[in-house]
């Protein structure tokens, strides 16, 4: 069955760091775009990161850029999101995504590109 499951999340005081992950059951991540996005209460869905099939396809929204990194462990089949310094306004549920592209979109709306979704997973920051 295909599936991602998110899992990491946690309160955290600001200024901390977590790291979520997502991993993938019957697809192989190599193969497809990965990407998070988040949507905070009362805010649209938002991308946070991304990454593509091919080299330096690498993207960013401007909110994360130098706090949050987007890696692969292909071992694993799992994609992660670290993230350090986390805000205030980083309180969200965080969705994995993933799309066969070999580029990806952190855009709201080019998000049809993802084909495949996990259920999210809470992250709470605490002043």
């Known amino acids: 069955q295909l599936q991602l499951v998110e899992s990491g999340g946690d309160l955290v005081q600001s200024g901390g760091s977590l790291r979520l992950s997502c991993v993938a059951s019957d697809i192989n991540l190599d193969h497809y775009a990965i990407a998070w996005f988040r949507q905070a209460p009362g805010k649209e869905r938002e991308g946070v990161a991304c990454l593509g099939t091919k080299v330096d396809s690498m993207k960013y929204a401007d909110s994360v850029k130098g706090r949050f990194t987007i890696s692969r462990e292909s071992a694993k089949n799992t994609v992660y999101l670290q993230m350090n310094n986390l805000d205030l306004d980083d309180t969200a549920v965080y969705y994995c995504?993933?799309?066969?592209?070999?580029?990806?979109?952190?855009?709201?709306?080019?998000?049809?590109?993802?084909?495949?979704w996990g259920q999210g997973t809470q992250v709470t920051v605490s002043s």
């Open positions: 995504g993933a799309g066969p592209s070999p580029l990806c979109t952190v855009e709201r709306e080019v998000d049809f590109l993802y084909t495949y």
